[in-house]
């Protein structure tokens, strides 16, 4: 399914980039200098501990971005680049309604590529850094579990960028970019003990909730729109 979407937005990409010969500038003039994005991402995650929390596979999150060129010679150029993704799922175990939201911070270099002076490939590996809070509404003991935990790994990703619209000018040029990329994200697997909230006058003999372990890891896809300067 996401070979799929991906290949049909690199599609649309390269469709597009037809326009961009007519009256072409060097690849330098189009190269982003500070971006910023906004789009979604989608993850396919087959591991079993994200079974009690989802009826399917796919992890959704909203996807910002921020970066900046570092370096750029001809049509090669280094990045930065950083992005912030957020997702939730939800589902019910045994009648009981249970919650995952996902925080993803990565940050690392990006190589790109201009293959003309408005379409560019990249590739980068970004290490990542992921908050996960599962949680559990426990009906016979009138009490919410939770189970909150850090997660470390690296996403890896290859794509194309389209520069859609840029005001006409020679010194301050804003531009709008389409961004489509793909690939893996490795994130290690953390616990799902889940222990009843502090305060939340669970019963003493209330014991955790184990859902056994749960590691985010799988394919991606991931479309934005990018301001860029």
Request: hydrophobic residues 45%.
């Amino acid at each position: 399914m996401f070979s799929r979407h991906f290949a049909g937005a690199l599609g649309s990409v390269a469709l597009l980039c037809g326009v961009a010969t007519a009256n072409a500038e060097p690849s330098e003039y189009h190269q982003p200098h500070l971006e910023a994005s906004l789009g979604a991402r989608v993850s396919g995650v087959a591991d079993a501990g994200f079974d009690p929390f989802a009826e399917s596979d796919a992890l959704a999150q909203v996807s910002l971005g921020l970066g900046g060129t570092l370096l750029a010679q001809g049509p090669f150029s280094l990045a930065a680049y950083g992005f912030w993704d957020y997702g939730a799922r939800s589902s019910q175990v045994r009648g009981e309604a249970t919650a995952l939201s996902v925080h993803r911070l990565s940050i690392g270099p990006e190589a790109r590529y201009h293959l003309l002076p408005r379409l560019y490939l990249f590739a980068h590996v970004l290490p990542a850094f992921a908050h996960s809070e599962a949680t559990l509404d426990d009906g016979v003991a009138q009490v919410q579990r939770e189970a909150r935990h850090w997660a470390y790994g690296v996403d890896g990703a290859a794509g194309a960028a389209f520069e859609m619209y840029r005001r006409p000018g020679q010194r301050i040029r804003p531009a709008l970019w389409l961004v489509a990329e793909g690939g893996y994200g490795y994130l290690g697997s953390s616990g799902l003990l889940l222990k009843a909230k502090e305060n939340a006058g669970a019963p003493e003999r209330a014991e955790p909730v184990d859902l056994g372990s749960l590691s985010l890891k799988g394919p991606y896809a991931r479309l934005s729109v990018a301001f860029a300067l």
